[in-house]
């Protein structure tokens, strides 16, 4: 229903595996989504670092709007359809703020059906965005997790990635960490699942033949020895 339940199984996750392998030094890997969970489990367990994979270290209305408006300007369109789609997300998020339990499918509808949705898709999207997870979310705070974990974390953002734009993703991240030990690099030619990119589109995505390009396996191999090292010296 919530992250932070997402975050509890996680933290008795790092446990069971401390508790079966004896390994002591052990961590978290998180990709978009995931790598504000592993932030928010790392702060509640003994886990001894943290990487996130094109991390979502921005608030959700904020990646919202970042994200819609790199897909509006990717496909071709211009300032007027960013202005559109960012003055109805307005309604809908103040509709998701506003609603009470269990309120918020009905009220994002109704937003979408006044403003000229088909009243079945606006259902679906009233579904989508207003089931308990996705209102949770939209209380979350990625920078308070990213703030609270003080081992070290490394972030490795896509350069072509049009969901979690690399550089607002990076500098909000540094920004929450402060003088925390915090590392992080984007990764060149390479879209939010990691695979090249001409142009990061979600209609690329499983079109380059590999699971993971190679530049980014390499990346992330190096960076990781790396983090290891720092994280694990006792």
């Not at 670092?49 to 919202?64: K, N, P, R, Y």
């Not at 202005?83 to 309120?103: K, Y």
Request: with cysteine; net charge negative; proline share 5%.
């Amino acid at each position: 229903l919530s992250p932070s339940e997402l975050a509890e199984d996680a933290v008795r996750a790092l446990d069971v595996l401390k508790a079966e392998t004896g390994l002591s030094c052990v961590g978290y890997l998180g990709h978009s989504e995931g790598g504000y969970l592993a932030l928010l489990a790392g702060a509640e367990s003994q886990a001894d670092f943290v990487i996130s994979l094109a991390g979502q270290h921005q608030d959700m209305e904020t990646l919202l709007y970042d994200q819609s408006e790199a897909l509006i300007r990717a496909s071709g369109q211009g300032e007027e359809a960013v202005e559109q789609n960012r003055a109805l997300q307005r309604l809908v998020f103040d509709a998701i703020a506003s609603a009470g339990p269990g309120e918020a499918p009905d009220a994002i509808q109704a937003v979408l059906i006044e403003n000229g949705l088909p009243e079945r898709m606006a259902s679906q999207q009233g579904a989508m965005w207003g089931q308990p997870y996705a209102v949770a979310m939209f209380a979350a705070d990625p920078a308070a997790a990213a703030a609270a974990f003080e081992g070290p974390v490394l972030g490795v953002f896509a350069e072509k990635d049009l969901q979690v734009l690399p550089e607002n993703a990076q500098a909000a991240l540094l920004d929450a960490r402060g003088d925390r030990p915090t590392r992080t690099v984007i990764v060149p030619g390479v879209d939010h699942i990691f695979e090249d990119s001409e142009t990061g589109s979600l209609q690329e995505y499983g079109a380059a033949g590999h699971a993971l390009s190679p530049t980014a396996r390499d990346i992330l191999i190096d960076e990781t020895r790396a983090l290891i090292d720092q994280a694990c010296t006792d």
